[in-house]
């Protein structure tokens, strides 16, 4: 019997340390073999040339996170790193090249990643060289190809010229002959459509927004400031473990709420008044966003209840057109049954339909990006893509702004709502900004 336990024992501290193992590897989302795999995905679409991606941050980010492309194919955040695809080469096929470890700075700033084996093993890529190999090595990698992969600028140039777009530079005198042409579309292609790991990722980021929006609701009271209600939002996605807010939490009130990406939070609420709140946590890079208009004080006028239930219904009208095969443009079927449900319904105050209040998009994608990245406009919806659903009505004449976002994943029949655990109805809305809030 004693004998037996200890087995039993072991066998239970093994299963324990399994299951601890996986979900600790749940935890951080995709493993090595994702990211391979990916990048795999990858050089089958840009099989004919070298790709060359840089870890490239522009200067205005706050702290340093990960260039969303590189990161999507090696998981990993090194500043100033660079991951160079050469499918064609007979032995190299991934190169990764980071700066050497330099123990002065590290007493500053901790320890990082060295080049060499050790690292290659953990973040599973064939090869990790210092970065002052680059050179050198890129020329043995180019051998013989004619074309380079790098993310080529998407807009008109800007001065100074981006960091991305410096290193592009530098690349083009370094291999004048070279036809250069954009990885960014055929990374986007496959951004677009979402693995098992990515959407737990997602979901968590947005199941964190969400219980912001309900522990802050009740914020949304007269006489406090915009940025209290900001504070306790940003306050409630850090305790839940986002690394920050995806992009500048929008809390509009009164006639703050017509300006769609007001991000200041700089006004005194008012009983009366509406409050847009468009917010979003990061976790492990991914993005959520949703957005909820909440009544100051807890109660809508009927005014705004007749407005907000017009972009509610909106909201479903655009919801019955998610399925794969449509396209979640302007053009589409989804933005044509949000606005027409708008034009149709209600009327400002001379009289005139609502449609020419609604100035935005329906949906756009989410992900490693808040509005991310699209591989050709138009490209129609496939399951395991996730877009947001968010039609909204902005009359500046009446300082009355609404807008609803939720966000759903598109299923082999239709879509799954992410964030049904958020109430979107008057009623919900107004018992969750009436409950008693924290002194
Ligand atoms: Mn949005």
Request: with cysteine; proline share 7%; glycine share 6%.
């Amino acid at each position: 019997m004693i004998q037996g336990l200890k087995i039993r024992c072991v066998l239970a501290l093994l299963f324990f340390l399994v299951a601890a193992t996986r979900a600790s590897a749940a935890a951080h989302g995709a493993r090595p073999e994702e990211f391979r795999s990916r990048r795999q995905a990858y050089a089958v679409r840009a099989n004919d040339g070298v790709t060359i991606l840089f870890n490239a941050l522009e200067e205005d980010l706050r702290e340093f996170a990960a260039d969303k492309n590189f990161y999507y194919l090696t998981g990993v955040a090194l500043p100033d790193a660079i991951l160079v695809l050469s499918p064609r080469h007979p032995q190299h096929k991934e190169t990764l090249f980071i700066p050497e470890r330099d123990p002065a700075q590290e007493k500053w700033t901790g320890p990082k990643l060295a080049p060499g084996a050790e690292t290659a093993q953990q973040i599973g890529v064939e090869r990790v060289l210092a970065l002052d190999r680059f050179q050198s090595e890129l020329t043995t990698l180019m051998a013989g190809q004619r074309k380079v992969y790098a993310i080529l600028p998407a807009r008109k140039r800007t001065t100074p010229p981006s960091t991305q777009e410096g290193h592009v530079s530098r690349l083009r005198l370094l291999f004048p002959f070279a036809e250069f042409l954009n990885a960014a579309p055929h990374i986007a292609h496959l951004r677009m459509k979402k693995s098992e790991a990515e959407l737990s990722l997602l979901k968590r980021a947005i199941q964190i927004t969400i219980e912001a929006h309900k522990a802050t609701a009740a914020e949304v009271a007269d006489g406090r400031q915009e940025y209290e209600v900001e504070a306790a939002l940003e306050y409630e996605f850090r305790r839940r473990g986002a690394a920050r807010p995806a992009f500048p939490s929008i809390v509009g009130s009164g006639p703050n709420s017509v300006i769609l990406h007001y991000d200041k939070s700089a006004r005194q609420m008012q009983k009366g008044e509406l409050v847009v709140v468009d917010i979003g946590a990061e976790f492990e890079e991914y993005a959520a966003d949703v957005t909820r208009t909440y009544p100051v004080g807890g109660k809508f006028t009927p005014r705004q209840r007749e407005i907000y239930n017009v972009v509610r219904s909106a909201q479903e009208a655009a919801l019955k057109e998610v399925k794969p095969g449509v396209a979640p443009n302007k053009s589409g079927p989804i933005h044509r049954a949000a606005f027409d449900y708008i034009e149709s319904h209600g009327k400002d105050l001379k009289g005139n339909s609502l449609g020419q209040y609604f100035i935005h998009g329906t949906s756009h994608h989410l992900g490693l990006n808040v509005h991310d990245v699209v591989s050709e406009p138009g490209r129609p919806l496939e399951p395991g893509m996730v877009i947001t659903v968010e039609p909204g009505i902005y009359i500046p004449d009446e300082n009355l702004g609404v807008r609803i976002e939720d966000v759903v994943l598109i299923t082999e029949t239709g879509y799954e709502l992410l964030t049904k655990d958020l109430p979107r109805t008057v009623e919900e809305i107004e018992k969750l900004v009436a409950k008693p809030r924290r002194p």
